[in-house]
């Protein structure tokens, strides 16, 4: 059984569609793509598909991650493309490597964020940061379906920044969300996976609560990468980098082989 990892991304209007929906337009572009997927058992069999850590619906990204085991091996790149050219613009497969070592959620342990906020001053923005960033604790509430929830929302925060709008403009994917080129504030986060999850707008709610930031429209956010956690530098790394090098080794390793020097004597 071979096991394919994908990276895919929500852009424009397809930031709207929920895990639910990305979930039927995948499993059909499967069919389309006549991809020999790897059934589970029991009375009603699913294609076997394991999604690691989704987007909230209503949020662009550029980073995220799934896995399908295949009946058949199939060359990566060409099955990339082919189920690429099954989803609809917006939902793009953008990568793909064989699966070469365990646990890909594992590496899923910190996400970048660009938060867009229209309207808002980039100078009231950076104050706001600075306030959250030296705040020992800023407590945010979210509604869950037991009610009410308050948090500490600083612990997850890796950094937090406020970039100029021209900045972001250059250095920000040419793919990725944005309503427009207008300048704005541009906020950059870096938030760790915790329990409970630490959300982009969970973010808002305590610039809210510790600098009264209010954007006049909703914040457009879009995650930029998601992956392993460097806690030196505080930068997050590419989760699909250790299978693409345990990949290189083993495409070496035959290479090696084959042109090591014959030992003397041998026939």
């Not at 995948?26 to 069919?31: Q, V």
């Not at 909230?56 to 399908?68: D, F, K, N, R, V």
């Not at 329990?195 to 009264?212: E, H, K, M, Q």
């Amino acid at each position: 059984m071979q096991r394919i990892r994908l990276r895919y991304t929500k852009r424009g209007r397809l930031r709207f569609t929920s895990h639910r929906d990305f979930q039927r337009a995948f499993e059909r572009a499967l069919r389309r793509a006549e991809v020999p997927m790897a059934y589970s058992a029991g009375f009603t069999p699913h294609p076997k598909v394991s999604y690691a850590n989704a987007a909230p619906t209503g949020t662009g990204s550029e980073a995220e991650y799934l896995e399908i085991a295949l009946t058949e091996a199939r060359d990566p790149e060409r099955l990339r493309a082919l189920l690429d050219e099954s989803l609809p613009v917006g939902l793009d497969i953008v990568d793909a490597v064989e699966a070469r070592i365990s646990g890909l959620a594992d590496r899923l342990t910190a996400s970048v964020w660009e938060l867009r906020l229209d309207g808002v001053d980039p100078a009231d923005a950076g104050r706001a940061v600075e306030a959250f960033t030296q705040a020992e604790t800023v407590e945010v509430q979210r509604m869950t379906k037991n009610g009410v929830r308050t948090f500490d929302a600083r612990p997850a925060v890796v950094s937090l920044v406020s970039l100029e709008s021209q900045e972001s403009l250059e250095t920000h994917s040419s793919q990725a969300d944005r309503p427009s080129d207008q300048p704005c504030a541009i906020l950059r986060l870096v938030v760790r996976h915790v329990t409970p999850a630490v959300r982009p707008d969970d973010v808002l709610s305590g610039l809210r609560a510790v600098a009264d930031l209010a954007p006049p429209v909703p914040a457009a956010v879009t995650r930029l990468a998601q992956g392993l956690l460097d806690e030196e530098t505080g930068t997050v790394t590419d989760p699909l980098a250790p299978d693409r090098e345990a990949t290189g080794a083993l495409m070496a390793a035959p290479a090696a082989a084959a042109t090591a020097p014959t030992p003397e004597g041998s026939a």
